[in-house]
């Protein structure tokens, strides 16, 4: 059999320079953070009709920005970036009934509105999230259902707007 040296040592090096060079792939954290910075400041507007649903909204987050920004939680003072959340009134839907006629399945909807302000820079974001979940036919929907309805639907939302600021800093 006859081997080809030459072929062998040039396929190495070309192999050595593709896992070299790699493919450019970026997570979309890094364009995030690229819009945000490295310390974020956070507040949610606490809503006088429902004080319990703001504080999901807050832990969800502070959270997402720790897991998704991959950033640090600081004071206003030595924020690179200050996040303002508001949150719209939840409404929630019937998406599916039996065959009785009765209400089996809920969407609710949250939507939070974001202003962000850094290096002299605002700008407003409006993010919607939405959860599906099943009832028991003709029963209302319990306190627990609607928390975490719009715990998870929260986290939806937030989830949009990291999008947003991932596409606002890959055009960067």
Known sequence: MKTYPHFLKLFSLLMLIISISACGYKPSSKYARSVVGEKINTHV?????????????????????VEVF??????????????SFSLNPPSYSAIQYNTDGYIIAYRATIILKIIRESKNIKKDYT???????????NAVITDQERFDAIKFSAIKAISSFVAQIS???SRL
């Open 45 to 65: 507007t606490i809503s006088a009709v429902d004080p319990q649903n703001t504080v999901l909204i807050k832990d969800a987050v502070d959270s997402a920005i």
């Open 70 to 83: 991959h950033a640090s939680l600081t004071d206003r003072a030595h924020a690179d970036s200050h996040l």
């Open 127 to 137: 993010a919607k999230g939405t959860y599906d979940f099943s009832v028991v036919p």
């Open 167 to 169: 596409a606002e800093g």
